[in-house]
């Protein structure tokens, strides 16, 4: 799963400020600037943003954290295994059981906009 938006959902964990862009500078209050409540593309903060809203979804939805890899996310559900494994904007997942990976794709869909 390519996720095309990942820097555009996370949410940053502390404040950030933007100046107004040249050419679009409010008349009325030149010196005024923007705060970010989401991490723009771009932005340092924006894959770790993300990281961090992708594993407390996972952890909330019972899954591990390798305890060497932190990328790598293992549920185990009686015989079944579910694994994911997560580099930057792309996640890989494998299963024993084809239903839960679709499950947990609509999942992520529905929860990490």
């Not at 404040?15 to 340092?44: C, I, M, S, T, W």
């Not at 943003?49 to 952890?59: G, K, M, S």
């Amino acid at each position: 799963m390519d996720v095309k938006s990942a820097f555009l959902n996370g949410f940053l964990q502390e404040e950030v400020f933007v100046e107004q862009p040249k050419g679009f500078v409010d008349a009325h209050h030149p010196n005024h600037v923007y705060r970010l409540k989401k991490a723009l593309y771009g932005l340092k903060q924006a894959p770790r943003a993300w990281y961090e809203r992708l594993t407390q979804f996972l952890v909330d939805n019972n899954y591990t954290r390798g305890s060497v890899d932190k990328t790598l996310f293992i549920k185990r559900d009686n015989d079944e295994l579910f694994i994911a494994q997560i580099y930057v904007d792309d996640i890989v997942f494998g299963s024993t059981n084809n239903t839960k990976v679709n499950n947990l794709l609509m999942s992520c869909l529905l929860n990490l906009r």
